[in-house]
């Protein structure tokens, strides 16, 4: 089967198109072959080894030290259930599904899953490629939100980079949850975002979100774009400011605001499972959440979508058709 390889670190062009071997499953899984999956930013600081605020050491000893450790990337997927094992319960061959893998491997023709992992049937309403472009960035935001932020109806919730990949997903979820929300971006996407349900829109090239008056019980920041000294400034007493990137002084950072200060530095890392993926179908097929999509690529050309990855102004995901519905 197809699938692409990379094995070493470095720019886009280190990952090639192979013919490799199909993987075999074990009793639990299933084996789905894999119609569309995405790019995302997770993907492009992978293979590039490119982890932020001092995080190399960490990235290389999980990843590996000298040599990538997962040679076939690609967290996101969306296909058909081509094979299950003989404990499998949950699905049938010929299922459409769509999920997330954390040990990668979507980048490829097919791909093995656990039964009890972060995968669901594919919600009715989307297409297999609409469907690839939704686990990371909506479960990414739902466990913020909900579970670390704890947003509720009434919150003051700002997004910021709420037009990429998980940003979104973040105007989404918090107005879902009930928050009135702010979203940082550019001004060619304020009507985007709006339309995903923002309140109010920033231009991140005009204005500074920390120099009005507004005050926020939460900013997640979903790409690194901001820091904990200049967001804390748009924070209420007790507000908290999550981003998703961080590197080590954040860590210590983090302490010193939860022992001394009133406003927190929430740093989390969110996990994946099948109840919280069938919770983000359920919400796609209620119209409450729809995936936003930059480009597809065919997969020959996934070169091209790091590049567009890469350079950090896409809005919404990168989506790679991997074969024909």
């Known amino acids: ?5 990379y094995e070493r670190y470095g720019p886009a062009d280190v990952v090639e198109i192979r013919d490799v071997a199909r993987p075999a499953i074990k009793s639990d899984q299933v084996l789905v072959e894999v119609l569309a999956t995405t790019v995302t930013t997770a993907d492009w600081r992978v293979r590039a080894s490119a982890f ?3 995080m190399w050491l960490m990235g290389r000893l999980i990843m590996g030290l000298f040599r990538p450790r997962h040679k076939v990337l690609g967290g996101e ?11 499998v319960t949950r699905f049938k061959t010929g299922d459409e599904v769509f999920g997330f893998s954390a040990s990668f491997g979507a980048h490829a ?6 039964q009890i992992g972060a995968i669901a049937k594919k919600p009715e309403n989307l297409n297999f490629e609409e469907a690839a472009a939704v686990p990371f960035g909506a479960l990414t935001a739902l466990a913020f939100l909900r579970d670390f932020g704890k947003v509720e109806p009434g919150s003051q919730v700002l997004v910021a980079a709420a037009s990429g990949g998980v940003g979104v997903y973040g105007v989404q979820i918090a107005k879902h949850l009930g928050a ?3 979203a940082v ?6 009507d985007l975002v709006k339309s995903l349900g923002a309140d109010h829109s920033i231009d991140y090239r005009t204005e500074d979100f920390a120099a009005g008056g507004e005050r926020y019980d939460l900013i997640f920041d979903t790409a690194g774009t901001t820091n904990f000294d200049h967001a804390r400034k748009a924070l209420k007493p007790n507000g908290v ?3 998703l990137e961080f590197g080590i002084a954040d860590a210590f950072r983090s302490m010193v605001a939860a022992i001394f200060g009133n406003k927190k530095l929430l740093l989390r890392i969110s996990g994946d499972s099948k109840e919280e ?9 209620r119209g409450e959440v729809r995936p936003v999509i930059d480009g597809i690529h065919a997969f020959d050309d996934i070169r091209q979508a790091y590049q567009r990855v890469e350079g950090r102004h896409k809005t919404g995901s990168v989506v790679l058709r991997v074969a024909e519905a």
């Open 1 to 5: 089967m197809k699938a692409a390889v």
């Open 52 to 54: 932020p605020g001092g």
């Open 77 to 87: 997927f969306a296909g058909r259930i081509v094979e299950t094992g003989a404990d």
């Open 109 to 114: 023709a097919a791909i093995a899953i656990p």
């Open 180 to 182: 009135e929300v702010a």
């Open 185 to 190: 971006c550019s001004k060619a996407n304020h």
């Open 241 to 243: 400011f999550m981003p």
């Open 277 to 285: 993926l069938e919770t983000i179908a359920g919400l796609v097929e």
